[in-house]
């Protein structure tokens, strides 16, 4: 059973990527100093899988610190490496924030893999390094343009350092571009937990419906799109955590050097905003009341995946459609709200 390190554990993806690593036979450890994540996920991912998953609670940005993560588990035999700060509009309004504590991070966590020679590494990247992408779908050719916001160039500047890196160090590096995780478990024991109000879409649709926050806004209606709001491709965050556990897969498989490939994950399909909200209407049976407000400075306008390289290479196909994506968010909401999951607020 290999071990693997996932930093950002107790965050929306790394907890849901636990519990698929965990069901696939893998041992597992986390790194989170819970600034934007929390610690009750790990009470989530238990009821789940009946595992115990171990915790540091460090900053990343701290060599020392991380050092003793690898000094405590010599044995490790692969990193997903989640933590990041990823809110596009913070990222606008504090870029150096974003380019200190995500770049730093994964510098330290690159200089401990070399020096305690861990073969395989996965990094989180986004389909914001694309930026405003000049045609759609979008495939891993298609050239990056400039980053629509600090956090995007943080991605683009994390993809380089792992490229270059891997040319020199002894190991494999797999590059996964995200573009829009939603959903929760079917369990609806985990699930999207965002830290003051949502920046995300789905979390945005669910408090407003549930009423933890005022009337939703939707961020531009004028753009040239099918209805007027930004086109988007979401993919069911357990889509997602299967993605990296056939990741690990893949590269333990091929057991090459010196190799660093990027893969976008996505569902194939753009979907708008307001075509989301309707999604959500049909899952929980209910109207939704929503604004119109301006557009959102970082926003792209429009960006969906090719995923012909996740298939062929991963073997990896999106189980969730839309519809599952609302149904299991609403129940998550639901349940967390009135504290029938482990996590009760």
Known sequence: MKKILV???????????????????YDVISADNYSRSDAR??????????KKVKNYAIDL????????????NPDLSGIIHFAA???VGESVEQPLLYFENNIQSLLNLLRCVQEYKVPYF???????VYGEPESIPVTEETSLRPAASPYGLTKQIGEQLVQEFVKAAPCSALLLRYFNPAGAHPSAQIGELPIGKPQNLVPAITQSAIGVIDKLTVHGTDYPTRDGSCLRDFIHVCDLARAHTQALQLLGKEAKQHTCEAINLGSGTGITVLESIQAFEKAAGEKLEWTAGPRRPGDVMAIYANNSRAQQRLGWNARFNID??????????????????VLSP
């Open 61 to 72: 940005c701290s060599l020392t610190d991380t050092r003793k993560i690898f000094e405590e």
């Open 7 to 25: 930093t950002g554990g107790t965050g929306y993806i790394g907890s849901h990527t636990l519990v698929d690593l965990i069901e696939q036979g």
């Open 85 to 87: 700060y990823k809110a």
């Open 324 to 341: 599952d994506i609302m149904a299991t968010a609403w129940a998550w909401e639901q349940r967390y709200r009135k504290g029938e999951t």
């Open 41 to 50: 996920m790990l009470q989530g991912i238990e009821t789940i899988t009946g």
């Open 122 to 128: 996965v990094f989180s990247s986004s389909c914001t």
